[in-house]
């Protein structure tokens, strides 16, 4: 016994559709529309089609490649208060915007205290990223080394391997708050050198280069970790206090706190 096969859709939204086209419904309809109202003819209605459908495919692949970047929330670039810092190059951050780094496949290390808006700027340059293309991995130093450490077999080492190795920008948070064992440091070691002079990896950290020994202590790795990371690395030190300590005070700063409450006592007769 055989099947009957359905007609073909005469709907030419739904044939388009049919053919893969992933801009929505809508906007293909209004498309047709327009090109049939406009009286366009055969190549500039296919045009059309092109550049809509084209922005619909970069719209989902960027969609995914912000899932995959893990960027979380963070406050847009034009947000940073530059007039916090005592300190910063903010000449280099805007150079640093424009991506060429990436394509040489340099590093940046940002470096400051707590609460100054490393991770703010590091996640920016993310964000550019995404926005051209690149794709992008976030993570702090401790959740990716974490995550590598507790892979059960080879195979799946190298796997897992590959999230932190592929991504043309890859960026690794915090660096110097919590202590690492060698292993830890080997790992780490093997991610920037094996992305070395191909992909470029961001770094935040509150410590120097030469206090990186302090958060692994007793690794070998340590200084040829360092050479290869600085090697083509652009350094952005930021000198200021924490923005969020700073900003928890009351805007006024002479505001006294309020004076606690009396317990109500008994009333004389």
Known sequence: MTTEREPPSTDPVESLRALGFRAPREALAALL???????????????????????????TNLARRTKAAALGTFKPIDRFDWNHPRKIDRA????LLGLDFIERGDNVLFRGQSGVGKSMLAKALGQAALERGYSVRFSTLAAALADLLQQESLPAFERRLKRYLHPDLLVLDELGYLPCDTRAADLLYNI??????????VITTNLSFKQWGTVFPGAACVVALVDRFAQHCHRVDIDADSWRDTHNFDRDGDSAPP?????????KP
Do not use: C, Y
């Open 33 to 59: 529309t327009h090109a049939h109202q406009s009286h366009f003819g055969p190549s500039e209605t296919i045009e059309q089609l092109v550049v809509i459908e084209r922005r619909a495919r970069e719209a």
């Open 92 to 95: 280099l951050i805007d150079r």
């Open 259 to 267: 004076a606690p409450r009396r317990r109500p006592g008994k009333r």
């Open 192 to 201: 920037v050198s094996r992305r070395h002079e191909s992909r470029s990896t």
